[in-house]
Every structure is written in structure tokens, then in C-alpha cells.
């Protein structure tokens, strides 16, 4: 499986836009890359995924780089409650439907 | 998607003793896995549960220790057999539905076993 890195925390002003990295320099052509965060005490949520182009939904954007080996995922106006563990995931087509967690970034958003 | 829901969501459980956790699902799904989270840790995969069949274990995880069910396409269960202190986890049971864009799996809230 392509493994992905994250730094461990960041902390981000409320209100203010949340960009967090990852990459991936062995991903695979045909490989996704997927979000998750993970609230204290709650099961992880997922939030969005990709392939190549950047993608958009009510929660957050993702950004692809071109030659794909790392991306940003951005919450534009972070609250309290996304105060969590994002995971970046690169799912292997090769293991079927597996999905490998990482350590993910521990995400602090500061009032 | 589907709403997951996990029987306990907590329990205290003394060492060498068996907890079998249940893992329901509100419209049927093609696959079912079984994650442990360790305290402070990330999450790792334990297997997947197969309907009709056996589950299909990860490196580090047999049978013997998290026999796995999956009787049906909404219903699964999970044991920890003979646990010790070790066990002391998070364990979260995640489906994936053939309405998942991308593949995507989604995870139940999880059930908080301390062992002591």
C-alpha cells in the first residue's frame, strides 16, 4: 500500500482557513486519496476523496497536486468542533476495500 | 449512508473473560470490517467480515482471539476472547454500501472495552 505522511498537530485560528497536508509520493495512478477526522470519543467521519482533480463538498475541499503525490485538504472557516484527527488515506485497489489508517494530524482550532 | 450501531458502547470486563460485540446495520451492505483503536493510537484494521464464510484476518490478528460472524448482510459480531489488560480498546465495526461513491466505508461509534 502507498503509505502517506502527516505532521502529527496543527493548530489553526477560529474562523480562519485550515490547510492540511499529506503526501503520498508512491501513490499509484488508479489509487484515491481519502479524508477522514475522527472527534474525540466518536467514530471516524468520513469527509471527502479524490483521484486527480480537486474536489469540493459542504465539508471541505481537496487539493490534488498535479503529479499527485500530496495533497491539502482545506476547511475555508474552522470552528471549535473540527477540532479533531484527520486522517489521509490512500486506498491500495490491490488489497480490494481495505481502508490503512495512519497517525493523522491532530488538529487543534483555537478560539 | 447507513447507520451503524454497536452493542456495548461501553463495558469493564475482567481479564480471561470473553465480550462479544454486535455490529448492526440499518440497510444491507457488502462489506463489513472490524477495527481496534488502542488508547492514544491510530486506528488498525482487524478484518473483514465475510458474509457466509470466514472473516478474512490482517497480520497480527487470528481467529482464535476475534472469532468473527457475519451471519447476514446487516449484522455482524466481534469476540475478544480471553482478554487481558492489553485488549483495553476502542473496537469500531465500519461498512461499505454499494450506494458508497468512491468506495467510501463508514463507522459505527465504537465500543469502548476496558479490561482490568
Known amino acids: 500500500d502507498a503509505k502517506t505522511t502527516q505532521p502529527p498537530s496543527m493548530d489553526c485560528a477560529e474562523g480562519r482557513a485550515a490547510n492540511l497536508p499529506c503526501n503520498h509520493s508512491t501513490i499509484s495512478g488508479n489509487e484515491y486519496v481519502y479524508w477522514y477526522r475522527q472527534i474525540h470519543s466518536q467514530g471516524p467521519q468520513y469527509i471527502i476523496h479524490?483521484?486527480?482533480n480537486n474536489e469540493t463538498n459542504e465539508m471541505a475541499s481537496l487539493i490534488i497536486t498535479e503529479d499527485r503525490k500530496s495533497s491539502t485538504l482545506i476547511l475555508p472557516h474552522a470552528t471549535l468542533r473540527d477540532t479533531a484527527v484527520y486522517y489521509c488515506?490512500?486506498?491500495?485497489?490491490?488489497?480490494?476495500?481495505?481502508?490503512?489508517f495512519g497517525t493523522g494530524t491532530s488538529l487543534t482550532v483555537i478560539p | 449512508s447507513a447507520v451503524i450501531s454497536q452493542k456495548p458502547s461501553r463495558d469493564i470486563c475482567q481479564r480471561g473473560t470473553s465480550l462479544t460485540i454486535q455490529c448492526q446495520v440499518d440497510s444491507q451492505v457488502t462489506m463489513m470490517f472490524w477495527y481496534r483503536q488502542q488508547p492514544g493510537q491510530s486506528l488498525t484494521l482487524i478484518a473483514t467480515?465475510?458474509?457466509?464464510?470466514?472473516?478474512?484476518?490482517e497480520s497480527g490478528f487470528v481467529i482464535d482471539k476475534f472469532p468473527i460472524s457475519r451471519p447476514n448482510l446487516t449484522f455482524s459480531t466481534l469476540t475478544v476472547s480471553n482478554m487481558s489488560p492489553e485488549d483495553s480498546s476502542i473496537y469500531l465495526c465500519?461498512?461499505?454500501?454499494?450506494?458508497?461513491?468512491?468506495?467510501?466505508?463508514?463507522f459505527g461509534e465504537g465500543s469502548w472495552l476496558t479490561v482490568v
Open positions: 467480515a465475510n458474509q457466509g464464510s470466514e472473516a478474512t484476518y
Open positions: 488515506i490512500v486506498r491500495s485497489l490491490n488489497t480490494g476495500n481495505q481502508f490503512y
Open positions: 465500519s461498512v461499505r454500501s454499494t450506494e458508497s461513491s468512491g468506495n467510501t466505508i463508514y
Open positions: 479524490g483521484l486527480k
